[in-house]
């Protein structure tokens, strides 16, 4: 059996960006396989992330955009992002663009196989795809499934449909994508709508909710009718894609590296922002450090500082309000978004200091937060 240097199994976002780092860096001559079950010939999601100066993959990217809207309790309006810019990758785009780039590198090969099975043994990472064994100094992975089920975490779903319609009058403004718009029936929960502007008369609309109980199609769908009905000047309207994401928010224990010789990736490794589902940006963060590891110490464990751990209580303090139902969501989003403009975006990337993150915690309703912060504590501490 032919060993390789490393095997990534899953070769979707974070997958793809790990073989196309590895080819980027001194290490571009090792032997790589990619095990996907997808050909990855599909527009299957979209991305979008904020990012400072342009990225890895600014020539592919659909959209940029310099300011965006909210429109939320007490505020509606332009948010000025300063020296970051909201970024729209279509899942396609990315997908051609890393694989054209990798199929340069006769070293990386690509099986299109169902794996049924991942486990480390003393020679390496083995890994079973359509009952052929596979053996690599390293197995990435990005297919294993968190198991979300534990009752001393905060396990929300951060669940959308979007449809990206094409309207008969000019109704967008291009240069405007919406991150969050409130103007939806909450529920006791946190509902909005994502407006993602193409050109005037094209846009991803999309439903998006954070709690724990999915909805059915219809019942996605019968919002987004009702909102672009009420809010949006269309004319008639047709659409064009479907768009269905369930993204885990939640502060469950991950393991990134549960043996030697196999590391979890994406969304399996922990990526995902508890508090935000966004995963595209820390993912490039966190395989930047991987690749950077492996090229000097021959190793990829990533460690965070401890102090850098501190975030992790953030994300489950905010979890446990949402929750909680311990504050309405849109007015807590109105707070961190209106009332930190810049910062927050610095915040969510988790390169705030101390000073500043004290500041932010200022703005939020003390009594919800100070209650959600002594029930993560408890929990923590008492199970
Ligand atoms: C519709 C949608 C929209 C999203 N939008 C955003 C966004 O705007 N911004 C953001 O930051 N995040 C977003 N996310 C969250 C996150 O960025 C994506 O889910 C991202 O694709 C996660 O990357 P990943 O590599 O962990 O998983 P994936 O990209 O899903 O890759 C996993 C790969 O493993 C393969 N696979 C799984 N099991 C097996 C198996 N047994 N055998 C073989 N292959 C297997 C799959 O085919 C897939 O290609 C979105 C998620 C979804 C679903």
Request: aromatic fraction near 14%.
């Amino acid at each position: 059996m032919k060993k390789y240097d490393f095997i990534i199994a899953g070769g979707g976002m974070a997958g793809l960006s790990l073989a196309y780092y590895l080819t980027q860096s001194p290490l571009g001559n090792h032997s790589i396989l990619i095990l996907d079950r997808e050909q990855k010939d599909r527009n299957d999601r979209t991305w979008c992330f904020w990012e400072r100066g342009t990225g890895p993959f600014e020539s592919i990217l659909f959209k940029t955009w310099q300011t965006v809207h909210f429109h939320g309790t007490t505020y509606t309006g332009p948010l000025e992002l300063g020296e970051y810019r909201y970024k729209m990758l279509r899942g396609i785009d990315f997908y051609s663009f890393v694989l054209a780039e990798l199929a340069k590198y006769p070293n990386v090969e690509r099986q299109q196989a169902t794996i049924n099975r991942i486990k480390d043994t003393p020679q390496g990472g083995f890994v079973i795809a359509n009952d052929e064994p596979y053996i690599a100094d390293y197995v990435f992975d990005s297919t294993y499934s968190l198991n979300l089920d534990q009752p001393d975490n905060h396990n929300l779903l951060q669940h959308f449909k979007g449809w990206v319609i094409q309207t008969e009058k000019p109704c967008f403004n291009p240069s405007l994508p919406e991150i969050m718009d409130f103007r939806v029936e909450q529920h006791g929960d946190c509902r909005f709508m994502y407006v993602l502007p193409f050109d005037e008369k094209t846009a991803l609309v999309e439903f998006t909710l954070f709690n724990d109980k999915l909805l059915t199609m219809e019942e996605y769908e019968t919002d987004l009718r009702q909102y672009i009905d009420r809010f949006v000047d269309t004319g008639t309207y047709e659409i064009r894609e479907t768009e269905y994401g369930v993204i885990p928010m939640s502060d469950v224990a991950t393991q990134e590296n549960p043996s030697e010789h196999i590391v979890r990736i994406g969304t399996s490794g922990g990526y995902t922002k508890a508090s935000t589902g966004y995963t595209f940006q820390r993912t490039q963060r966190y395989l930047h450090d991987i690749v950077h590891n492996l090229v000097e110490t021959g190793k990829p464990t990533r460690r965070t500082p401890w102090f850098q751990k501190r975030f992790k209580l953030y994300d489950s303090v905010f979890l446990n309000v949402l929750e909680k139902h311990r504050h309405p969501a849109d007015d807590v989003f109105t707070r961190v978004y209106v009332e930190n403009p810049r910062r927050v975006f610095t915040f969510l990337d988790e390169d705030t200091r101390l000073t500043d993150e004290l500041r932010l915690f200022t703005t939020m309703p003390w009594w919800p937060f100070t209650a959600a912060f002594f029930d993560v504590i408890r929990r923590k501490m008492f199970g």
